[in-house]
């Protein structure tokens, strides 16, 4: 069955950097974009950053340009988010999503709080 497991979520300083990784099985994930989507209590979740399916165009939520970066690997099924220089806001539940026109499969999220 089709699944999408986030890791490497966690508690880290402002300024600090983690590394989120989502395992992709049970599709043909390089024909499927890919993002990640953050979402914190009494919001609607929001998506941070886009990669394509080869990985050639990306795109990131003003919010977190210049800061965070999105790849995949076709070869080992999967996408990571490089979060640097992160802030108190961007503390949320990160979420993976594949898209690809009207289907969507939804990972169950890994938490980023970022505190001191």
Known sequence: QV???????????????????????????????????????????????TITTGGRTTNYADSVKGRFTISRDNAKNTVYLQMNSLKPEDTAV????????????????????VSS
């Open 3 to 49: 699944q999408l497991v986030e890791s490497g979520g966690g508690l880290v300083q402002p300024g600090g950097s983690l590394r989120l990784s989502c395992a992709a099985s049970g599709f043909t994930f390089s024909m499927y974009y890919m993002s990640w989507y953050r979402q914190t209590p009494g919001k609607q979740r929001e998506v941070v950053a």
């Open 94 to 113: 990160y979420y993976c999503n594949a898209n690809r026109g009207l289907i969507n499969y939804w990972g169950q999220g890994t938490q980023v709080t």
